[in-house]
């Protein structure tokens, strides 16, 4: 998990960082979003050729030599197949759409608070990117 501290001057100022991290993160999704596609024409080409060598040999060439090695903290894919690369990133498209959903709430839920015109430090604890504390001291 990660935490991150950020200290901000006014609610304005913090709905506009929470503006450039959901524009980062709409850029981010539609590069792998672009990507998955990609990927995905791959795993339709390498599955139609699979067919083929079936049909030509009886046999099936389903066997790969994509191997997974779990290292504890992290897992490490060894000459993936494209369907698998395909799996992975859905995986992080949809934990991206899920952090842009809660921006949006959390910068929802604040929208009232800019309107304020009071000189105060915020105090904002993110994890995981997104604002889930935050500290006024005035």
């Given amino acids: 998990m990660s935490a991150v501290v950020r200290e901000f001057t006014s609610f304005s100022e913090l709905l506009g960082s929470i503006d450039e991290l959901l524009s980062t993160l709409r850029q981010q999704l539609g ?13 339709e080409q ?66 009232p608070l800019a309107s304020l015109d009071v000189e105060a430090k915020i105090v904002v604890l993110y994890k995981e990117g997104i604002p889930s504390i935050i500290m006024i001291r005035y």
């Avoid at 590069?31 to 795993?43: H, Q, T, V």
């Avoid at 995986?91 to 921006?103: C, E, P, V, Y």
């Fill in 31 to 43: 590069e792998y979003l672009r990507r998955l596609e990609d990927i995905r024409a791959k795993a």
């Fill in 46 to 111: 390498e599955r139609k050729l699979k067919e083929y060598l079936k049909s030509l040999t009886g046999e099936d060439v389903t066997k790969s030599s994509s191997k997974v090695v779990d290292l504890k903290a992290v897992k490490l894919y060894i000459n993936p197949e494209a369907e698998d690369e395909a799996t992975l990133l859905e995986d992080l498209i949809d934990r991206i759409n899920k952090a842009i959903q809660n921006l949006q709430t959390v910068k929802k839920s604040l929208e």
